[in-house]
Nanobody
Framework: QVHLVESGGGLVQPGGSLRLSCAAS????????MGWYRQAPGEQRQLVAL??????NYHDSVRGRFTLSKDNSKNTVYLQMNSLKPDDTAVYYC??????????????WGQGTLVTVSS
C-alpha cells in the first residue's frame, strides 16, 4: 500500500507564491507518474502538473507560473506556485502511480491541501 502525504497549502494574496510538497511511502518499487490535480468548488478535478516518463505536463492556465520538481531519492514532488491568482483557489491533491515490489501496479491520492488566493 502506498500513502501520499501533502503539505504547504494556505492563504496567500494574489501575486504571491506557495510551495506544495508531496511525499510517497510504502511498498514502492518504481513511481511512473507523480504530480498534482486540483478541484475548485462546483468544478471537476483537473490536472495541474504531472511528471511522467515522457516529461512534465502542465495545465495551460498554470504553465509559466507553476513548476513541478522531484526528489527521486525521497519519492517526493514539489509544486512551486508563483504569481498566484484567485482562480487558482482549490483543494490540491497529490497523485502518484507505479509498481510495487511484486511488480504490481498501484495508484494513490493524497488527502488534499487547500490553497486560497485572496486579498
Amino acid at each position: 500500500q502506498v500513502h501520499l502525504v501533502e503539505s504547504g497549502g494556505g492563504l496567500v494574496q494574489p501575486g504571491g507564491s506557495l510551495r506544495l510538497s508531496c511525499a510517497a511511502s510504502g511498498t514502492i518499487y518504481r513511481i511512473e507518474k507523480m504530480g498534482w490535480y486540483r478541484q475548485a468548488p462546483g468544478e471537476q478535478r483537473q490536472l495541474v502538473a504531472l511528471s511522467t516518463n515522457g516529461g512534465t505536463n502542465y495545465h495551460d492556465s498554470v504553465r509559466g507560473r507553476f513548476t513541478l520538481s522531484k526528489d527521486n531519492s525521497k519519492n517526493t514532488v514539489y509544486l512551486q506556485m508563483n504569481s498566484l491568482k484567485p482562480d487558482d483557489t482549490a483543494v490540491y491533491y497529490c497523485y502518484a502511480d507505479g509498481l510495487n515490489r511484486n511488480l504490481r501496479g498501484w495508484d494513490a491520492w493524497g488527502q488534499g491541501t487547500l490553497v486560497t488566493v485572496s486579498s
